[in-house]
């Protein structure tokens, strides 16, 4: 806990101090929201809109007087040091409020997708014991539903409204006073190191229940590579990632990698169905600097017609999630002037493998991994592969880089199969090729083995994505007879396209023209939509499930 004898940092010692040594003591709620609002009280944290153009606007002061009045009534309902508080609200000003509250407290918060449904919630409140959940009144009753069978959640929290039997933030700022926003200093209380835990994510795993990634504090501090080399962010800019409160992502962009360097931050509160190109005018309004997306966004606002939108202040981009594929890349530089800088990283990291703002991108390339990261390709038996080789993704974890997660809370199975003899394994696969630069080949389990040989999916949907025909796919393996597995693709047909016989023998002509013949689909299927985890990305194992059953169905009746 922060108290008299809490060292201040300046975010050049927090940089310097990554690139050496972490302090022993680190608290982001104080030492980097705080420390902004201290050293400039007219420093501009978030500028915050919704689609019906409401607005408002937060320094870093105002948002340190408001989680302190937060961090204040968590203390008064029992949050202390190493409770977990659920944190499950829209992209709405509250969610900064209550996260930074619950970290200046050394209470471990996670984020949770508003999306979720009750059975969802019920299984993430009871595996991770959490003892308040902090939510509106939009979805309230989803908690209301489950709350007699989590014996752990002791507190319910709305942020917008009252509601009998809930805890209300509107009322605790107004009655009978308006609550302190001097954080109270309760007897025993510790400040927290930099190894203390902070966060929790649910991994948005394709298969299986998700698993709860538990974060340092040391994570915020590992966000200096995200920021500042991978997003390009300069104290002046204004910094806009997309993404929704309840993942990872969010972290990166919207909290960590921006406030590290002072930068504000832009947040568009998106409900309901959302079009992709309605970001086009939000980049033009508030020229925004600096730039991040996921795949799939990008893929619909090259749809769009970029040059009627003044996008002159925007100096550069980025996107992670899924690797992007360079046609998308192509017609994003023509239409903004802009290449696209890729990144790579998961629930469990920060940015680790980057094409960093002082790199030459390669079309579809990860990028190289990053200072202080130790990344090789393995074999299955744990030793490197050689230049151009596909290889397991290997992250050296003896010491830790910052940013690494400590592990799979109460998952002693999962730590065991994902550290071994000092490494740790994404599950991801790559190559490496001789300049350095990492190329994605795909989950270790997405890879595709067809009369002896093994493609990686990624490469087949870009020489898809090609094709002017093809909006979005995915390719998985179907079982065949005779090759033991075929590469199959999925197909959403861009605007002004008809599924034809014709067609699929035009994009398959295509596919073995771009890449290597033997990867071609030799199967196509055209679907209006692709199964997708709720933080959007493709679904795989569904559509090779799918396969596989359509495959005993059909050997079943022969």
Not at 132 to 148: A, F, L, P, Q, R
Not at 168 to 182: H, Q
Not at 220 to 230: D, E, N, P, R
Not at 234 to 246: E, I, R, Y
Request: charged share 25%; hydrophobic share 40%; net charge negative.
């Amino acid at each position: 806990m922060h108290d008299a004898e809490h060292t201040k940092m300046e975010p050049e010692d927090v940089l310097s101090s990554y690139l050496e040594e972490v302090p022993e003591y680190f608290n982001f709620g104080f030492d980097v929201v705080d420390m902004w609002a201290k050293k400039d009280r007219n420093r501009l944290a978030m500028i915050w809109t919704d689609q019906e153009g409401h607005e408002k606007d937060f320094t870093f002061r105002h948002l340190m007087n408001l989680s302190n009045q937060a961090a204040n009534m968590l203390l008064k309902y029992g949050i202390n040091k190493g409770d977990r508080v659920m944190i499950m609200l829209h992209r709405v000003p509250e969610w900064w409020i209550f996260a930074i509250a619950a970290i200046k407290l050394g209470a471990i918060f996670c984020p949770t997708p508003t999306m979720l449904t009750p059975k969802d919630l019920k299984y993430r409140v009871n595996v991770g014991k959490f003892k308040m959940i902090v939510t509106d009144v939009e979805n309230s009753g989803k908690v209301d539903e489950i709350c007699s069978e989590c014996p752990t959640l002791v507190s319910r929290f709305v942020v917008d409204g009252e509601i009998p039997g809930w805890l209300s933030y509107p009322i605790e700022l107004t009655y009978p006073a308006p609550a302190s926003t001097n954080l109270v200093q309760l007897p025993g209380m510790k400040r927290t190191k930099s190894s203390d835990p902070m966060l929790i994510f649910f991994s948005s795993g394709t298969s299986g229940e998700p698993k709860m990634v538990l974060h340092s504090e040391a994570h915020a501090i590992g966000h200096v590579l995200t920021g500042k080399y991978w997003l390009d962010i300069k104290p002046n800019d204004l910094h806009f990632t997309l993404a929704d409160t309840g993942w990872g992502k969010c972290a990166w962009g919207k909290l960590f990698g921006p406030w590290m360097q002072g930068a504000c931050t832009l947040v568009y509160d998106i409900r309901g169905k959302f079009k992709a190109t309605a970001l086009l005018p939000v980049l033009e309004k508030y020229e925004v600097t600096t730039f991040c997306a996921p795949p799939t966004v990008y893929r619909m606002l090259i749809l769009a017609d970029l040059d009627k939108f003044d996008l002159s202040q925007l100096r550069h981009c980025s996107s992670a999630g899924e690797p992007l594929n360079p046609e998308v890349i192509r017609v994003w530089e023509k239409g903004t002037g802009l290449t696209i800088y890729e990144g790579y990283g998961q629930t469990e990291t920060v940015l680790c493998i980057g094409t960093l703002s002082d790199m030459e991108p390669k079309l579809g390339s990860m990028g190289k991994p990053v200072p202080g990261w130790k990344i090789e390709l393995h074999d299955d038996d744990g030793k490197p592969v050689s230049v151009g080789e596909e290889g397991r993704i290997a992250i050296w974890s003896k010491p830790k880089p910052p940013g690494l997660f400590l592990e799979y809370v109460g998952n002693p199975d999962a730590n065991r199969e994902a550290f071994q003899d000092g490494w740790y394994y994404t599950g991801d696969k790559a190559y490496m090729d001789e300049d350095g630069y990492f190329w994605f080949v795909g989950r270790a389990d997405d890879v595709i083995k067809s009369s002896g040989y093994r493609i990686g999916p990624f490469e087949v949907e870009s020489a898809l994505m090609e094709h002017p025909a093809v909006q979005e796919c995915a390719v998985v393996g179907s079982p065949d007879v005779i090759r033991g597995m075929i590469v199959k693709a999925f197909v959403i047909l861009a605007p002004g396209f008809e599924p034809s016989e014709a067609l699929v023998k035009d994009i398959q002509k295509y596919v073995k023209r771009t890449t290597a013949p033997y990867k071609y689909p030799r199967a196509i299927e055209f679907v209006d939509e692709l199964p997708k985890t709720i933080s959007g990305k493709i679904r795989r194992n569904v559509l090779r499930d799918l396969e596989l059953e359509r495959h005993n169905s059909n050997h079943g009746t022969e």
